[in-house]
């Protein structure tokens, strides 16, 4: 594997994770945090079927502008799960509680903030 690549997926998924984070936050200051990050999602649902990506080949910018409304759909709505565990701190005490076998534990205090880009995913 390249070096280079390693680097930039590295830098991609650090802003990703600050991307996430500081609209996650930005919710859940807001009254009804909930409702402003579904409706964020609604709102980049109907804006991002309106990605033009202009360049030579037809067939890449259609695929490129597929990816990029596919990847920003999919951020926005692990920040609606992540503004879900923040402002809901109490059922994720309940899991914790719970000790099912099989099940991953998640905590209020560092939220899982996993990266899932459809091009480029992280093992581990």
């Known amino acids: ?10 830098r991609l998924g650090a802003l990703e ?3 996430r984070n500081l609209y996650a ?11 402003a ?7 980049i649902e109907r804006l991002a079927k309106r990605i033009v990506v202009a360049g ?12 990029a ?4 759909i999919a951020m926005f709505d692990e920040i609606v799960e992540i503004v879900r565990e923040i ?7 309940e899991f914790e509680r719970s000790n099912l076998p099989g099940k991953s534990r998640k905590t209020t205090e560092c939220p899982p903030f996993q ?8 093992t581990g």
């Open 115 to 122: 990266r899932h880009s459809p091009k480029l995913r992280r």
């Open 1 to 10: 594997m390249d070096e280079n690549f390693v680097k930039l997926d590295a």
């Open 56 to 67: 030579p080949e037809p067939v890449v910018n259609d695929m490129l502008a597929s990816e």
């Open 87 to 93: 402002s809901d701190p109490q059922s994720t005490q």
């Open 37 to 43: 990050a579904e409706q964020a999602v609604a709102d």
């Open 69 to 72: 409304e596919q990847f920003l």
């Open 17 to 19: 994770l600050l991307v």
């Open 25 to 35: 936050h930005r919710f859940a200051g807001q009254a009804d945090p909930l409702g």
